[in-house]
């Protein structure tokens, strides 16, 4: 290979999530190389499930090369069946490290850079769920956390803002974060909230009174409603002034930690808990789970049934029937 080559394949294995490109597909010549990269960077437009997969696939490949097993032809069944077999992490880990193998080699049998699957016979884990982990905040709770953020700083402001648009709206906040100042659009006297979900998925629901208030008085004292096309939820630097990025996951992940620890709340909630709160109160309060599924743009009414936790109440009054 050419230095060039050489350079453009390292740039493209971290791009797409990798530490280094696995010895059996470098046995595999450019065409193969090319192959496996494509892999990634064609058929997975999602960035987290790409850096998912990459971290998967390579877990799979340093264990082969434990092994000895450094070319493409010798990953038989029994090798992925051993992997999985072995492999420590929780059973929904398990089933997306088979996924991503099986994706892969579908993907390279479709190229002919292999001449069948080795991984189409494998079976995962059994896991089956009906009831979410996601840690859930009473109403009291998540008013209590809104009321505690100070409403003096653009931060504070912020803060709240973004927090009640993942409450009131059940918005991922992936699709959050990513918000632009026009997400925010006036219909009549109500703000409604556009979200951009998971698989290119445009989803608009009307702003709660709350996250209405909240989101009109961020606007107003951040001075960015003119700025249509620019994040709606932004950093600040280290002087606190305002900047024009827009913040990640991670930056509201620890706002939320900081946010909590603050209000005396307990440090696992995460940005998925406003999610399963506000689903919770919702259903609590009469709503059904058919609008439900709608507002939080579920496509299976099963996925809305994980955040469902009117049931937990009900279930501990019937143990304490108990009387022992």
Not at 83 to 94: A, F, K, L, N, W
Not at 279 to 306: C, D, F, W
Request: charged letters at 25%.
């Amino acid at each position: 290979m050419t230095k060039d080559l050489v350079s453009y394949i390292k740039k493209e294995v971290t791009r797409v999530g990798l530490v280094d490109l696995p010895l059996a597909i470098q046995q595999c010549g450019q065409d193969g190389i090319r192959r496996f990269l494509e892999f990634f960077t064609v058929t997975i437009r999602n960035k987290n499930t790409r850096l998912a997969y990459a971290q998967a696939i390579g877990q799979f490949f340093e264990r082969c090369e434990d092994r000895g097993i450094k070319e493409l032809s010798q990953i038989e069944p029994i090798v992925i069946a051993a992997y999985i077999e072995q492999h420590r992490g929780s059973p929904p880990t398990v089933k997306r490290h088979l996924a991503a193998i099986r994706m892969l080699f579908d993907w390279l049998v479709i190229g002919q850079v292999v001449a069948q699957n080795p991984a189409t016979s494998i079976r995962g884990p059994k896991h089956v769920v009906k009831r979410g982990k996601t840690p859930v905040l009473t109403t009291d709770e998540a008013r209590t956390l809104l009321d505690s953020i100070e409403q003096s700083t653009l931060i504070g402001l912020r803060d709240r803002a973004l927090i009640a648009v993942m409450v009131y709206s059940f918005a991922r906040v992936s699709a959050s974060v990513a918000m632009r100042v026009d997400d925010c659009c006036a219909e009549g006297k109500r703000w409604w909230i556009r979200l951009h979900e998971k698989g290119g998925k445009r989803h608009e629901v009307p702003a709660h009174h709350n996250a209405d208030e909240y989101l009109d008085t961020y606007l107003k004292n951040a001075g960015i409603a003119d700025e249509k096309k620019s994040p709606l939820f932004r950093t600040f630097n280290r002087s606190g002034r305002i900047t024009d990025r827009g913040m990640s996951r991670n930056d509201a992940l620890r706002m939320v930690k900081r946010r909590a620890k603050a209000a005396g709340l307990s440090q696992k909630i995460s940005c998925h808990t406003f999610r399963a709160t506000g689903i919770t109160a919702y259903l609590e309060n009469g709503g059904t789970m058919e609008h439900a599924q709608v507002i939080a743009a579920h496509e299976s009414p099963r996925t809305t049934k994980l955040y469902d936790r009117t049931s937990d109440e009900i279930t501990l009054d019937e143990i304490e029937r108990i009387l022992i």
